[in-house]
């Protein structure tokens, strides 16, 4: 299996609203990553869990707010949004770093498109 | 910010004809990739190339490094429809950060 999923696929929510993105993988990666993607824009790292545990914060505001239940599972908590916050928001995965291995090589889910009004 | 900067920003060729994107970063890296994204979907990690190589092939897939220009090729041989998409590359310096640059969007024309 592949294969990263991101539910739900697409997403409005209101500025008062709490909402969550979710994303799994089965491939055993141990570092997952949320990427925000502005139309015609590159990705933008956001957060990076390895082995479960919070690596990387790219000074994102606190309404987001990762969780990483477990080594397959990666959620994203969503409160008090704006809707400059309107993006797709992509995840991926990766193994972890071992000498000899391309660990950089990233797997990206599909996406969730959000959109807040 | 996004160290990648890349050129074209957007690509129009017919079926058939070889497509070029270049990308530029700023700082020393370990390795680079290219992924590519259909509209509105995930990224596609296409192929990685270490600091240390200078060239790497992958099916119709021929990627360049130039560690002392800092800027990488990928040429895609003999376009097909199905090769229209964005075009990003992304460097890693080392840790889990990936940058990846502007993007160079490529429309192949039946």
């Known amino acids: 299996d592949t294969e990263v999923t991101q539910t739900p696929k697409h997403l409005v929510m209101g500025m008062t609203n709490k909402k969550s993105l979710k994303c799994e993988q089965h491939?055993?990666?141990?570092?997952m990553y949320w990427y925000k993607q502005k139309a015609k824009k590159p990705p933008e790292l956001m957060f990076v869990y390895s082995y479960e545990k919070l690596s990387i914060n790219e000074s994102v505001p606190s309404r987001f707010s990762p969780e990483c239940p477990n080594s397959s599972l990666l959620n994203l908590h969503l409160h008090a949004l704006q809707p400059e916050d309107s993006a797709l928001y992509l995840c991926?995965?990766?193994?972890?770093?071992?000498?000899?291995?391309?660990?950089?090589?990233?797997?990206f889910g599909p996406g969730t498109r959000l959109t807040v009004l | 910010s996004q160290q990648g900067e890349e050129d074209p920003q957007a690509l129009s060729i017919q079926e058939g004809e070889n497509a070029t994107m270049n990308c530029s970063y700023k700082t020393s890296i370990n390795n680079l990739q290219w992924y590519r994204q259909n509209s509105g979907r995930g990224l596609v990690h296409l192929i990685l190339?270490?600091?240390?190589?200078r060239e790497k092939h992958s099916g119709r897939l021929r990627v360049t490094l130039d560690t002392s220009k800092k800027s990488s090729s990928l040429l895609i041989t003999a376009s097909r429809a199905a090769d229209t998409a964005s075009y990003f590359c992304a460097s890693s310096t080392g840790g889990f950060k990936t940058i990846f640059g502007a993007g160079t969007r490529l429309f192949v024309k039946a």
């Open positions: 491939m055993g990666h141990r570092a």
């Open positions: 991926a995965s990766s193994t972890p770093r071992l000498a000899g291995v391309d660990t950089d090589t990233q797997y």
């Open positions: 190339i270490r600091s240390n190589e």
